[in-house]
T-cell receptor
Framework: DAGVIQSPRHEVTEMGQEVTLRCKPISGHNSLFWYRQTMMRGLELLIYFNNNVPIDDSGMPEDRFSAKMPNASFSTLKIQPSEPRDSAVYFC??????????????FGEGSRLTVL | AQTVTQSQPEMSVQEAETVTLSCTYDTSESDYYLFWYKQPPSRQMILVIRQEAYKQQNATENRFSVNFQKAAKSFSLKISDSQLGDAAMYFCASNYGQNFVFGPGTRLSVLP
């Protein structure tokens, strides 16, 4: 079975540009999470969706960040305009909420973003 | 609110030896999940082991085992016969009702 698929794996952009990160969760999973990982702040939850509906977006840093999940098999995280402090690894993860489940998160390989 | 603490930012172990990584957590829930994830330099987050809080028996996966002390809210990971490939960041995490909380991580070095 395919795992969580993220694209792009690496993105280098200039300050002010729009960045779009993409995620395809595991088929059948009904919860999707976006995390950001930096050396200084560790792993931070940005937002999570349940059945395509955003449940908790309190971790989204500011209005420059937005996330959508138009259907059960696709989500995007957009940063507009990007800033150097947004440089990080962005992980998408999915899980199955409800029975039966193993309670675990399945992570994608991450998208490394560098904003110059 | 749930919290997860890993008090050891870095650890090292000799190849073939045993090492224990510590984790404590705080939750008011009675039924939840606990995990250890491994993040090697490739940055992929890999599940190492899972423990369901209602199960008293400690989980074991090959060379990896946990010491789950529910009353003390402690969940340590023991790695036996350490291998060079075990070198990574290890994250302890808890989950209750899709509320996943991760600790800050412990960087494990394996010395040849």
């Amino acid at each position: 079975d395919a795992g969580v698929i993220q694209s792009p794996r690496h993105e280098v952009t200039e300050m002010g540009q729009e960045v779009t990160l993409r995620c395809k969760p595991i088929s059948g999973h009904n919860s999707l999470f976006w995390y950001r990982q930096t050396m200084m702040r560790g792993l931070e939850l940005l937002i999570y969706f349940n059945n395509n509906v955003p449940i908790d977006d309190s971790g989204m840093p500011e209005d420059r960040f937005s996330a959508k999940m138009p259907n059960a098999s696709f989500s995007t995280l957009k940063i507009q305009p990007s800033e150097p402090r947004d440089s990080a690894v962005y992980f998408c993860a999915s899980s199955l909420y409800g029975l039966p489940n193993t309670g675990e998160l399945f992570f994608g390989e991450g998208s490394r973003l560098t904003v110059l | 609110a749930q919290t997860v603490t890993q008090s050891q930012p870095e650890m090292s172990v000799q190849e073939a030896e045993t090492v224990t990584l510590s984790c404590t957590y705080d939750t008011s829930e009675s039924d939840y999940y606990l995990f250890w994830y491994k993040q090697p330099p490739s940055r992929q987050m890999i599940l190492v082991i899972r423990q369901e809080a209602y199960k008293q028996q400690n989980a074991t996966e090959n060379r990896f085992s946990v010491n789950f002390q529910k009353a003390a809210k402690s969940f340590s990971l023991k790695i036996s016969d350490s291998q060079l490939g075990d070198a990574a960041m290890y994250f302890c995490a808890s989950n209750y009702g899709q509320n996943f909380v991760f600790g800050p991580g412990t960087r494990l070095s394996v010395l040849p």
